[in-house]
C-alpha cells in the first residue's frame, strides 16, 4: 500500500483526556533517509518502494500527514532509581497514529508538554543505538519494540557537544508503561485508571477480556511476561542500564533503549550506565528489579483489585523467572530440558567465565561447535584449568545426546553476532561524518545474528581490550 492510501486510527485517544496531550511536532532543518526498515513496512502493509521515497522522509519528519492521523503524547509518572516522579509523559515522542495493531511513534520530532525544559530532541547517536538494537533483539525473539526508519538532519543540539538530531519511527503493539497506572493511582484517578487497565487488557491480553476478576489476572500475566522478558536478558547477556518503572513495557517488550549493553567480558555486577553510581540497574540486579518495578505496579492496580489476590502471582515471581532462565540456558547448552545439576552446572559456568575474563557470546558459540577437541574453547580464557574442570562437567552431562541434534540446537541458540558498544560507536563514528555504510552492516548482522556472515567476521571475535566494559550516559 502507498502512504497516500494509508489511513490510521488513534485509539489511544478514546481514553479519558488526562491520558495523553495533543502535539505539536516541529520539523528538523534539512533531513535525509539514514535507513528504513523494509521488514517492518512489510508488516504495516507498506509498499516496500514507498520507504525510499521523498514522502517517506516527510513523514518521519512530520511533514507529511497519514490520513487519520491526530497527533499526541502520552502522559505517565515513574520510580525513577527508586524514586518517584509524579509526571513524566513522552518529552520527545509524538504519536503519529495506529495501523492494524501497531502504534507508531516519531522519537526526537521536538517539544512536548512533558518535555521537562528539555528540546524534544534525539541525537544522531542514540538513534542509531535504538534503531539498530530494537531489530537485534527481534531477531534474538526478545520482546521488543520495532523502528520503521531513520532520518538525520542538519538540524543542531546541544549535549555535552553540539550534535546533530535525528528522529526514529518507533512501532510497537503497546507503548504503556508501569508508570501509565503509577500516574493515575498517584493522582486518585480511579476512573481513568479502570479505563487504562481495560484498554490494555483488549490492546495485549485480548484473553481475559470479560472473564471474572479481570484485573488480576491482568496483573498475573504481567509477572509471567515479565518474569520471561528478563530470562532472555539475562540469557543472552542484555544490560538494559535504566530499568525506571517509566521504561516498563506492560505488554512484557523490551522498551526504551539508552545506555544499554551486552556483556564482553562476563561480569555479574557489570553496569553500562555511567550515572548509575550504586549499581542499581547493573547486569545482575535486573530480575530482582523487575520484581520490586512489579511490586510498584501492584500497589498502582490496588484500587481495582485487591493486593492479597495479586501478591500471590507475585509471589510465584522467582520460580517463574527462575524456571524461564534455565529453560533458554539449558536451550543454550545443548539440552533436553532440565535436569538435576544442571543449575549449579549453569551458575558455575557463569562463574568461571567471569573468573577467566571471558567473552561471553563469543564462549557460548564456541561451545556450540565443541565435539571434545577443546582449544578453541580454552584460547577464550587467560589460563585453563577451571574450563576444563568445568568442561569434564559438561561432558558428563553431554555424553548421552545426539550430537548432531544438540549443535542444531546451540546454533540456533546462541547468536555468533550481537551489537556490542564498540562496534555501534565505530558505526556511529562514521555516521557523524556522514557515511552510513557501517549502519547498513550492522543492520544486516542484527537481522541474522545467528548466520555465519564470514565478511563480518571481526566483529565474531572478543572486544578489543581497549573497548570492553564501557559506561554510557542516559542520553545515549
Same mark, same amino acid.
Given at each position: ?23 505539536? +511536532? ?35 519528519? /512530520? ?36 495501523i492494524g495493531t501497531y502504534h507508531l511513534q516519531l522519537k526526537g520530532a521536538g517539544e512536548t508538554l512533558y518535555s521537562r525544559h528539555g528540546d524534544g530532541r534525539a541525537v544522531l547517536r542514540s538513534s542509531i543505538r535504538e534503531y539498530l538494537l530494537s531489530e537485534a533483539m527481534q531477531a534474538l525473539s526478545i520482546p521488543t519494540t520495532l523502528c520503521l526508519g531513520l532520518i538525520g538532519s542538519e538540524h543542531d543540539v546541544r549535549r555535552e557537544s ?18 501509565t497506572f503509577e500516574y493515575f493511582a498517584s493522582q486518585g484517578m480511579k476512573d481513568e485508571l479502570k479505563a487504562l487497565a481495560d484498554y490494555v487488557i483488549e490492546e495485549s491480553f485480548a484473553h481475559i477480556s470479560g472473564k471474572e476478576d479481570k484485573y488480576t489476572r491482568l496483573f498475573n500475566d504481567v509477572v509471567v511476561i515479565t518474569a520471561r522478558l528478563m530470562a532472555q536478558w539475562m540469557s543472552v547477556g542484555f544490560n538494559h542500564g535504566v ?17 544499554? @549493553? ?27 528489579? @523487575? ?20 501478591? *500471590? ?5 522467582? *520460580? ?55 582449544? @578453541? ?25 545426539? *550430537? ?8 540456533? /541458540? ?12 565505530? @558505526?556511529?563514528?562514521? +555516521? ?27 566483529? /565474531? ?14 542520553? /545515549?
Amino acid at each position: 500500500m502507498k502512504l497516500n492510501e494509508l489511513i490510521v486510527t488513534n485509539p489511544y485517544l478514546n481514553l479519558p483526556s488526562a491520558c495523553y496531550d495533543k502535539s505539536v +511536532a516541529t520539523p528538523l532543518t534539512n533531513p535525509h533517509l539514514i535507513h528504513a526498515n523494509t521488514n517492518v513496512a512489510k508488516v504495516l502493509n507498506i509498499d516496500t518502494e514507498e520507504i525510499e521515497t521523498d514522502t517517506f522522509v516527510n513523514l518521519l519528519n /512530520s511533514e507529511y500527514s497519514l490520513e487519520g492521523s491526530d497527533i499526541f503524547s502520552m502522559c505517565y509518572a515513574g520510580h525513577q532509581f527508586g524514586h518517584f516522579v509524579p509526571r513524566l509523559g513522552d518529552g520527545r515522542v509524538i504519536n503519529i497514529g495506529t495501523i492494524g495493531t501497531y502504534h507508531l511513534q516519531l522519537k526526537g520530532a521536538g517539544e512536548t508538554l512533558y518535555s521537562r525544559h528539555g528540546d524534544g530532541r534525539a541525537v544522531l547517536r542514540s538513534s542509531i543505538r535504538e534503531y539498530l538494537l530494537s531489530e537485534a533483539m527481534q531477531a534474538l525473539s526478545i520482546p521488543t519494540t520495532l523502528c520503521l526508519g531513520l532520518i538525520g538532519s542538519e538540524h543542531d543540539v546541544r549535549r555535552e557537544s553540539i550534535e546533530k538530531a535525528a528522529i526514529v519511527c518507533r512501532v510497537s503493539t503497546s507503548w504503556v508503561r508501569f508508570g501509565t497506572f503509577e500516574y493515575f493511582a498517584s493522582q486518585g484517578m480511579k476512573d481513568e485508571l479502570k479505563a487504562l487497565a481495560d484498554y490494555v487488557i483488549e490492546e495485549s491480553f485480548a484473553h481475559i477480556s470479560g472473564k471474572e476478576d479481570k484485573y488480576t489476572r491482568l496483573f498475573n500475566d504481567v509477572v509471567v511476561i515479565t518474569a520471561r522478558l528478563m530470562a532472555q536478558w539475562m540469557s543472552v547477556g542484555f544490560n538494559h542500564g535504566v530499568m525506571n518503572t517509566d521504561n516498563m513495557s506492560i505488554a512484557g517488550l523490551t522498551i526504551d533503549y539508552g545506555p544499554y @549493553a551486552f556483556l564482553d567480558d562476563f561480569k555479574h555486577d557489570y553496569v553500562c550506565n555511567h550515572t548509575d553510581e550504586q549499581g542499581r540497574y547493573s547486569f545482575e540486579n535486573q530480575p530482582s528489579v @523487575a520484581k520490586w518495578n512489579l511490586e510498584r505496579l501492584m500497589m498502582a492496580l490496588t484500587p481495582l483489585t485487591t493486593i492479597d489476590k495479586m501478591q *500471590k502471582a507475585l509471589m510465584m515471581y522467582d *520460580k517463574i523467572y527462575t524456571r524461564y532462565f534455565h529453560y533458554y540456558m539449558c536451550k543454550k547448552l545443548g539440552f533436553e530440558g532440565t535436569m538435576e545439576g544442571d543449575p549449579e552446572l549453569i551458575d558455575d559456568m557463569f562463574d568461571m567465565l567471569e573468573l577467566l575474563h571471558v567473552d561471553y557470546t563469543l564462549f557460548m558459540r564456541t561451545l556450540s561447535h565443541y565435539e571434545g577437541e577443546r582449544e @578453541a574453547l580454552l584460547s577464550t580464557g587467560l589460563y585453563h584449568e577451571p574450563m576444563n574442570l568445568w568442561l569434564d562437567r559438561y561432558d558428563t552431562r553431554t555424553e548421552n545426546l545426539d *550430537k548432531i541434534e544438540r549443535k542444531k540446537q546451540m546454533l540456533t /541458540s546462541n547468536p555468533k553476532y550481537v551489537l556490542k558498544n564498540y562496534m555501534l560507536e565505530e @558505526a556511529i563514528d562514521a +555516521a557523524e561524518s556522514g557515511d552510513y555504510s557501517m549502519v547498513d552492516d550492522l543492520f544486516t548482522i542484527a537481522k541474522k545474528p545467528f548466520d555465519e556472515h564470514v565478511t563480518f567476521e571481526r566483529w /565474531s571475535k572478543a572486544t578489543p581490550q581497549e573497548f570492553k566494559n564501557q559506561r554510557l550516559s542516559c542520553s /545515549s
